[in-house]
């Protein structure tokens, strides 16, 4: 069947099949790989990515059901000139990533929070953060950067 | 995963037409459903996705009853379902946020996963699903682990609760999957409290019959003091013996109680 | 002096592409007229291989070829990377590692055959056709029942499950034996250090790619090290002449040791790929990770620790039992014994050590380095025995640690353990973090908590891990069938920018900035001029890659030696610009100029000239600037700290909560502080995960129980504190030229038995009679700890 989304601002159309993730979707036949894939049981959260709005695991959800919606990736987050936005200029300044791997996930849960809840505290940063798993950091830097992002006093996170 | 037709009808009549067909089968939010297939340990022919069915979607609070589309999302439960306090946090307590967007009150009743946190309050609030054909009380409604009295092609369209005075659902989580390794829901009504547990029993989601009769008469932490279960009829696992569970079970209970105030 | 050099906070450069979705990870390559591998794998824990009909898989839509062990008939076995030899002087039993399942399979997900077609899903469904009679066999689970007369075997042509029965100083057997029966206290205690599955969030990827007009083939692998691949697989598996064998490994998503390892996945799509002429992929599920990625630890061991009246340490005896699974992973060996037992006196004066390693083979998912590597499973031990021997004497743990630390005047220090410390300051580090967490008012704390109904808790290790790994000669001697030197090649351009090409290679540590620092502030110029390059057999020199915290000393090291090479090249060509002696040539902030005078010329002056030899001197000095140093380190290194983990637990659950981590680490010089915190930071999320969620469980049958994250505990953010870490004790390396220790591995070797001294710590205080949970000490096994106790 033909599937067409918005994706990041942009009309996008690919053939899928009914068992097709969105994941899939966007990595194979729209060649978006800043998508990641890093399990298969729906809870490490690197597949994050929001579907009119709401974050959602795309390797949990069919191509199918996002046909016709607007999805924003990754790939969408910067400005068109490459400029990072907040949330991403914070990961870098408090080295919120490692490998990177986990990071487009973390990166889109952290944007779907601070829409909702625009300061959070340290502990609902973490609470939020229960979907997304990172190997790398510990989370340490990855709470500290989302807080700052919030415009909020990192010095609330212990020194390093 | 198999490959599958994907089907995504408009209404509940269309829906219940479409699962007529050999092998197909409903699709809520997917958030169980998916992983299953992906392991290659489901294979419907069809799949027929409940998320464009808009008379399935909403929260209705009126009459002392919040009554919760089958296709609402936790997410909209737990910050539509204002009314019903206990079931609003138990909702915005299941998985993760972005598994709560998509998962649906009516998949998670219709898997009845013994793990799940809504059948607690399903049954603890002695709730009405509502299907397609009729209406089914909680108390018959589920019939064990991932058993229930839905008919093949039966779709849950609703579930009815009655608000009860007080209520509170206390999780404790297993560590890997963060699902219930028991759950309690203590819902306090004017003939009595109804305590439901589930992530512990060896039958799915179950009532405590002892605990309730005990609530009733004195709604206090106290009241459970006493009272014990056997860890024999209870789960253990890698993450816990029965008997830890049987125990957490009472603590949980305890201290649901407690947060009813 | 450059503002981005040594010492600098520099953010990392490679974050743009990795916060942009531009990282280019091996599974993101796809290459014209790919096909994909699916690897059908043993269901069963051990069993016969009767046969394998693959008529009706074949036939099917999509299908290209089916492979089987019959297939690799002319193929080699994974190789080990390391020849242990025992205590009685003869060399491991070391069985053949298929690359695909011979006659029987070992464990559950040994690859039996694979599928290759135009989809995966094609693949995986001709794979579900494949008729497999595996007539089972009883599995062999329990490592003390492995090694009884008569107990089943895993490999039928070994003469037992011993792989070997090591001991480590075997001179000094007796001696341990004598110390401890004459000892006015011992301590005994028996542990398990919990088998764990490495879980980088990136499943490994292989990609092979056979060319056949210039007969070249290229691996794309989620490597940490691709020329030990190359030289592994090229060498030793496919007979591929390392110049037609390119492998590269892109952007890795962490590695934690899992994927230092030559698999057999790897070898399979270089071979097939030829066999079929298209290229071949395989991706890992996540599922497929748990039951194909080496695992780690998997230890059980009896500790016992010799005290004298003055309670000073007089010996120390241990009993361990390693688990190596069904086969030998690359290093796996070398991990129980060389890795582990050099550590046994840990940060003390212990005069005397013994250690006993049984290692031993079970019908389970090989086992190899993870994080810390042996170090985590001697420091687990002693930190946990002597925590329990202050408990038994009545002595402050910290106070029992310093009365027993080596001296800041000791050093260097010659262990009985073969190894020797070249710097160190363990005073300093346990005194930074007994301040740093408020030592002295914990009782205050713990009444705080206790009036809320909850039991706090207190716990302390010191650490010393050798890492930096390792003189060449040295682990030649111990068994390693490789160098462990590393690479650099820094090749200057005309215009004064800098290329350096790197052995180590980075799959999260930053090395694209933090070797560029160091190039920096050698040179003085901006670190914007120094593009540092890895990952690609065919750009790299022969390097041995990343793994034991060995980038910077090692790795950096070598880059430091080519870059001096460079200078120096420099400076002659300088002095012949300038018409000065070589010997009175300065370089400092990126220009050369003459002692004592005002002429100077640009590094780009120089780097020109080099290039444009038009004014240079050619009769003396060939052209251009491009050096390449290879480094092998004359000792390890040994960074060391102090670590304190304050817990709560509640007594209605047996639930630990962590209050507080803090980490006093020494780890020599610093290059990056802000991505040497980050490396502790999840190195201590690691250990914390050890110690109190992550297992790896084998039913009575062999199949895996904890096989996927809805079962296998990981880490959360809700389940870590805010860390608290400091190095600001450092006691430079001695014998590298940076000074540098290496910090990779410190936090998951450190914080392990901090947290469970802690736990036991609240036990204590609680009114509980519990000296010992083995991890994880999740929350049923603390409630049913505190119902015995």
């Not at chain 3, 503002?3 to 796809?30: C, M, P, Q, V």
């Not at chain 3, 030990?228 to 591929?240: D, E, K, Q, S, Y």
């Not at chain 3, 990625?293 to 016992?304: C, S, W």
């Not at chain 3, 204590?764 to 991890?775: A, C, E, K, S």
Request: net charge negative; proline share 5%.
């Amino acid at each position: 069947m033909k599937i067409t989304m918005t994706v990041n601002g942009k009309t996008r159309s690919g053939e899928a099949e009914g068992r097709t993730l969105l994941v899939n979707f966007l990595r194979d036949t729209l060649g978006l790989t800043g998508t990641h894939v890093g399990c298969d049981t729906s809870q490490c959260g690197a597949c994050v990515v929001h579907v009119n709005g709401q974050a959602v695991k795309s390797c949990t959800m069919l191509a199918a059901e996002a046909d016709g919606a607007q999805v924003s990736t990754i790939e969408g987050q910067a400005a068109p000139d490459g400029t990072l936005n907040t949330i991403q200029q914070a990961f870098q300044d408090h080295h919120g990533l490692q490998c990177g791997f986990c990071t487009p996930g973390m990166v889109m849960s952290a944007t779907a929070l601070l829409k909702e809840n625009p300061k959070p505290t340290e502990a609902e940063i973490r609470h939020y953060l229960e979907g997304n798993i990172c190997r790398c950091t510990g989370y340490h830097n990855i709470v500290k950067a989302i807080m700052a992002a919030s415009g909020q006093d990192v010095g609330a996170i212990a020194a390093e | 995963m198999y490959n599958f037709e994907f089907v995504k009808p408009s209404t509940v009549a269309e829906a219940v037409a479409a699962l007529k067909d050999e092998g197909a089968q409903a699709l809520g939010g997917g958030q169980t459903l998916l992983p299953t297939m992906k392991q290659r340990l489901a294979s419907p022919e069809t799949l027929v996705s409940l998320s464009g069915i808009a008379e399935m979607i909403g929260v209705n609070a009126a009459g002392g009853t919040v009554t919760i589309g089958g296709a609402t999302s936790h997410a909209a439960v737990a910050a539509q379902a204002g009314a019903y306090p206990a079931l609003a946090a138990l909702a915005g307590g299941i998985g993760d946020p972005a598994v709560r967007n998509r998962g649906t009150i009516g998949g998670s009743v219709a898997n009845n996963d013994p793990a799940a946190c809504y059948p607690s309050a399903v049954l603890a609030s002695g709730a009405t699903v509502v299907t397609n054909a009729r209406e089914i009380a909680a108390d018959d409604y589920f019939q064990g682990m991932f058993a229930t009295a839905l008919e093949e092609g039966e779709i849950i369209t609703a579930i009815r609760f009655p608000v009860p005075q007080a209520a509170n659902y206390q999780k404790f989580e297993q560590p890997a999957s963060r699902f219930a390794m028991a759950g309690v829901f203590v819902a306090k009504y004017a003939d009595g409290v109804r305590v439901a547990v589930t992530g512990a029993g060896n039958d799915g989601v179950f009532r405590w019959a002892e605990a309730e009769a005990a609530l009733s008469a004195n709604f206090s932490p106290a009241a459970i003091e006493g009272l014990s279960l056997s860890g024999d009829d209870m789960i253990g696992d890698v993450h816990g013996s029965g008997a830890y569970r049987a125990h957490l079970v009472k603590v949980l209970t305890k201290r649901a109680v407690a947060a009813c105030g | 002096m450059p503002k981005d050099g040594i010492g600098a906070s520099t953010k990392r450069r490679e974050d743009i592409r990795f916060l942009t979705g531009a990282g280019n990870y091996t599974d993101d390559i796809n290459i014209h007229g790919q096909t994909y591998a699916h690897f059908v794998r043993s269901d069963v824990a051990h069993g016969k291989i009767n046969n394998i009909d693959t008529s009706a898989a074949e036939a099917m839509d999509g299908v290209i070829k089916i492979f089987t062990a019959a297939d690799f008939a002319s193929a080699g076995g994974i190789p080990c990377g390391w020849q242990v030899t025992d205590r009685f002087g003869q060399p491991m039993q070391e069985p053949k590692h298929p690359i695909l399942a011979e006659g029987k399979v070992r464990h559950v997900g040994d690859p039996i055959c694979v599928v290759i077609a135009e989809t995966l899903e094609q693949a995986r469904d001709a794979g579900e056709a494949i008729e497999i009679d595996i007539e089972e066999l009883e599995p062999v689970l329990n490592m003390k029942d492995a090694l009884k007369d008569g107990a089943t075997k895993v490999h039928d042509d070994l003469t037992s499950n011993l792989c070997y029965d090591w001991g480590f100083v075997e001179e000094n057997r007796d001696a341990v034996d004598a110390a401890i029966k004459s000892a006015h206290h011992v301590t005994t205690l028996e542990l398990v250090n919990n088998r764990l599955v490495p879980n980088p969030m990136e499943p490994r990827v292989a990609v092979g790619h056979y060319a056949r007009a210039n007969d070249e083939y290229t691996l794309y692998t989620t490597s940490q090290n691709p020329h030990v691949i190359r030289l592994l697989m090229g060498a030793f598996v496919l007979g591929i002449p390392e110049h037609k064998l390119r492998v590269v490994a892109p952007d890795v998503g962490g590695g934690f040791g899992s994927k230092i390892y030559h698999y057999a996945e790897e070898a399979f799509v270089t071979y097939a790929s030829k066999v079929i002429n298209r290229p071949v992929k395989w991706t890992s599920t996540r599922s497929e990770a748990f039951i194909s990625d080496a695992h780690g630890r998997d230890h059980v061991t009896k500790i016992e620790l010799a005290m004298d009246e003055n309670y000073m340490f007089t010996a120390v005896r241990t009993d361990t039992y390693a688990n190596m699974g069904a086969y030998l992973s690359t290093f796996a060996p070398s991990i129980p014994t060389w890795l582990h037992g050099t550590l046994m006196a840990g940060n003390y004066t212990t005069p005397l050590v013994y250690v006993n390693v049984k290692a031993v083979f079970t019908n389970t998912v090989p086992v190899d380095a993870y994080r810390g590597a042996g170090r985590p499973e001697a420091t687990f031990q002693l930190e946990r025995v002597i925590d329990k021997a202050a408990r038994e004497i009545g002595m402050d743990p910290a106070e029992l640690r310093r009365r027993n630390f080596i001296k800041p005047e000791q050093f260097p220090y010659q262990t009985p353990v073969a190894v020797m410390y070249d710097t160190g300051n363990y005073h300093a580090t346990l005194d930074k973090a007994l301040e740093m967490t408020d030592y002295a008012n914990f009782d205050k704390r713990a009444a705080e908590s206790k009036a809320r109904g909850k039991l706090r808790g207190y716990g302390l290790a010191h650490f010393i891990e050798a890492c930096g790994i390792a003189p060449s000669n040295l682990v030649g001697q111990l068994g390693a069938r490789a160098g462990l030197y590393e690479s650099a090649t820094v090749r200057v351009n005309a215009t004064g920018s800098i290329s350096v090409f790197t052995g180590s290679h980075s799959h999260g540590q930053g090395h694209e900035t933090t070797f560029a620092q160091v190039v920096a502030e050698m040179i003085g110029i901006d670190v914007s001029q120094i593009d540092i390059v890895h990952g690609d057999t065919s750009k790299t020199p022969m390097g041995m890659g990343t793994y034991g915290s060995r980038s910077i000393a090692v790795g950096g090291s070598a880059m430091v030696r080519a870059t001096e090479k460079i200078i120096n090249k420099a400076k002659k060509i300088a002095a012949h610009l300038l018409e000065a002696s070589e010997a009175d040539i300065e370089l400092k902030d990126g220009k050369f100029s003459v002692a004592g005078t005002d002429k100077s010329v640009e590094w780009a002056g120089v780097t020109l000239a080099a290039y444009v030899p038009h004014n240079y001197p050619l009769e003396n000095l060939e052209p251009g600037l491009e050096e390449t140093a290879f480094y092998d380190p004359a000792n390890f290194t040994y960074p060391s700290g102090a670590y304190v983990c304050e817990v709560e637990v509640d007594p209605d659950t047996g639930k630990v909560d962590i209050l507080g981590f803090t980490a006093a680490d020494d780890f020599g010089n610093v290059i990056n502080p802000m991505i040497v915190a980050g490396q502790v930071h999840g190195g201590v999320a690691q250990g914390i995960g050890q110690a109190l969620l992550e297992n790896t469980v084998f039913d009575e049958n062999g199949q895996l129980l904890t096989g996927s994250f809805m079962d296998y505990a990981m880490p959360r953010a809700s389940d870590m504190p805010s860390f608290d870490v400091d190095h600001s004790c450092q006691t430079p390396c001695t014998h590298n030229p940076l000074g540098v220790k290496g910090c990779g591995e410190a936090g998951a070797i450190g914080s392990p038995p901090a947290v469970v001294n802690a736990v036991i710590d609240a036990l204590q205080r609680g009114g509980y009679n519990v000296d010992h949970i083995d991890m994880p000490v999740s929350p049923s096994r603390v409630w049913a700890a505190m119902q015995q106790g």
